[in-house]
């Protein structure tokens, strides 16, 4: 007997789309199975104002697919000139849903970060006021701290002192990857929630590394080791609401990943459902996953759910899935989980 399954329609609440050839080409891969996405604002340059904000969203618009009622959530990226009014009058016309902060050199695009806390602390004391969240890339950039301990010592030394500092600030935890990660947000009361990838419920750093390395699965942050991937499972399948799906679908073409420095960023979008699916049947935990994927999000985000549904079937016949998606600049390779999906997108 076929088995079907029907949830609310999903969100993702951690999204690269880029601009330019890049993003016609991602945006309709997003649009097809979800309703909303957080947006992340690490363009060239990023986007740091409620202006640029506006238009980087109509570039979106003009390629999200006519038949599709997708809507991107817009982000403003925190630097430390950003000024306080400028995200309080975005958050109350309704165009940015979060302020980004990334640590300066963390990541893809990053070198117009955070230094120094302190310095945009008048911006965070105003998102504090207002309820509006601050999505966290949790790493440190301090070149002694090994780039596996990064998000631990990240928790420890800069986001656990802040929230102390200021407990009303709304805080995501972005695409958590560690045991500590998860025992952190699980910690924290109502102000605290952390996105989960689907590709670090897949892939531990030895997918990354043994035998070869794979340049399509190194992303930031990098994968860890196998206990924190099992820590990953457990949070997203617990039915926990504090956890939540942020793909970091994070398309770069692929010279620019198949190179000596090769960029960070897996590009997940087109699979991703039907991977969340084989996860949690993995886990015998399919009954959590519209929590993971659909309601979750927006509790913490304020919203209301999605009103239409999407529905996965499973068949004998595995997806046929693209290797990769072309854009007017080049491809772009999808994640390849390792083993078929049979759970399809109906
Ligand atoms: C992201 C990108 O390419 O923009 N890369 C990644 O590996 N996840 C940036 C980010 O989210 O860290
Ligand atoms: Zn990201």
């Keep these: 007997m076929t088995q079907r399954l029907t ?166 935890m972005e695409h958590i990857t560690t045991e500590e990660g998860v025992k952190y947000a699980r910690s924290g009361g109502e102000n605290l929630a952390a996105t989960i990838t689907t590709h670090h419920l897949i892939i531990n750093r030895n997918n990354l590394l043994v035998g070869g390395i794979r340049p399509h699965y190194y992303c930031l942050p990098v994968a860890k080791r196998e206990k924190h991937r099992l820590a990953l499972r457990d949070a997203a399948t617990s039915g926990d609401s504090r956890f939540f799906l942020g793909t970091d679908s994070a398309p770069h073409l692929d010279p620019l990943k198949l190179s000596a420095c090769g960029c960070a960023g897996v590009f997940s979008a087109s699979n991703t459902v039907s991977c969340l699916a084989a996860v949690f049947e993995q886990e015998s935990a399919l009954d959590k996953l519209e929590g993971f994927a659909s309601l979750n999000g927006p509790a913490f985000y304020r919203l209301p759910t999605n009103a239409d549904s999407l529905t996965l079937e499973k068949r004998a016949t595995p997806c046929e899935y693209p290797a990769h998606i072309d854009t007017e600049d080049g491809p772009i390779t999808l994640f390849d989980p390792g083993f078929d999906l049979h759970w399809h997108v109906v």
């Excluded at 789309?17 to 649009?31: N, Y």
């Excluded at 506006?54 to 697919?65: G, H, K, L, S």
């Excluded at 809507?71 to 109350?92: C, F, I, S, W």
């Design 7 to 172: 949830i609310t329609r999903p969100d993702d609440w951690h999204l690269h789309l880029r601009d330019g050839a890049v993003l016609r080409a991602v945006t309709p891969e997003t649009a097809r199975h979800f309703g909303r996405a957080i947006v992340m604002p690490n363009l060239v340059p990023p986007v740091v104002s409620a202006v640029e904000a506006a238009a980087y969203r109509e570039r979106i618009m003009d390629a999200v697919p006519s038949d599709s009622d997708f809507t991107p959530l817009m982000t403003l990226y925190l630097t430390e000139t950003t000024d306080p009014a400028d995200v309080a009058y975005a958050a109350a016309t309704g165009l940015v849903s979060a302020v980004k902060l990334y640590p300066a050199g963390a990541t893809t695009n990053s070198q117009s970060g955070v230094r120094n806390i302190d310095a945009v602390m008048p911006v965070l004391e105003t998102m504090a006021e207002i309820g509006l969240p601050l999505c966290v890339h949790g790493e440190v950039t301090t070149p002694d701290v090994d780039i596996f301990d990064r998000e631990a010592v990240f928790i420890e030394t800069v986001l656990d002192p802040l929230r102390q500092r200021l407990p009303t600030l709304r805080v995501v």
